[in-house]
């Protein structure tokens, strides 16, 4: 079934490279999202809903890989709203950024108006309805993640492996971006808001508004370099403080 032969060339060994490096960057999202509702659970729970959470993202993304014909179909326009026609694609992408969108709205509130222990006590807490969350908003980065796939590697193999290794990635690295969002207040508010940016993201691009994706994370990388510099120098005033 896989022709492993095409790594005997330098071309496809680069070719994986540059998607597995691609897609780590578009799951960051995706593991914001999933390490901020699983930080709303119980410790015992956390580490098993950001697991089901990334078993659900590998899922879908394979599965998306191996209905291609279905995927690229979903490009096919379904009906025009005042000049703009909308496909398949585009109502995924815009119910997904809605939901993205009141769902940081949310966290926002609760994480600025709301007392901390008020925030974490709040309904809709439980394992099921994390997963079922995350499971809504997979759909939607792992649309994202496979149509760049399909566009930046020929073969179905290479995009399988570069899938594979980037939520492998992903998995391991989950637990260390959870535990230092539900450290730091201001990260977590950071982190909220990049989900807007990309939620935002997401309708304008249903709407036919497509944003350069390089200017987006630059912006993103350049408020986290800004805050990382914010969390030290804080951090150094705490410890002269200590130390006074």
Request: proline content about 2%; glycine content about 10%.
């Amino acid at each position: 079934m896989w022709d492993f032969s095409i790594f005997a060339g330098a071309e496809a060994w680069g070719a994986l490279l540059t998607l597995t490096a691609m897609e780590i960057v578009l799951g960051i999202d995706n593991i914001v999202f999933i390490s901020i509702l699983a930080n709303r659970l119980p410790e015992h729970e956390r580490a098993r809903a950001r697991t089901i959470g990334l078993a659900l993202a590998l899922f879908s993304r394979l599965g998306l890989l191996f209905a291609i014909s279905w995927l690229m179909g979903l490009k096919t326009p379904l009906f025009e709203v005042l000049g703009h026609a909308f496909s398949g694609r585009d109502l995924i992408l815009g119910a997904g950024g809605l939901f993205l969108l009141a769902k940081a709205t949310s966290e926002l509130f609760e994480s600025v108006e709301l007392p901390r222990d008020e925030g974490v006590a709040g309904a809709g807490r439980s394992l099921v309805g994390v997963v079922a969350q995350i499971a809504l908003l997979d759909m939607v980065f792992s649309l994202d993640s496979v149509i760049t796939a399909v566009g930046m590697a020929d073969h179905l193999l290479i995009m399988v492996i570069a899938v594979v290794v980037a939520v492998l990635v992903m998995l391991i690295f989950a637990k260390a971006i959870g535990a230092f969002i539900d450290k730091h207040p201001s990260m977590k508010v950071l982190a909220l808001a990049f989900l807007l940016m990309v939620g935002v993201m997401l309708v304008a691009d249903a709407l036919g508004q497509h944003f350069n994706k390089g200017y987006v994370y630059f912006a993103m990388a350049f408020s986290l370099g800004v805050e990382m510099i914010n969390l030290r120098a804080r951090g150094k005033r705490a410890i002269a403080a200590d130390d006074a």
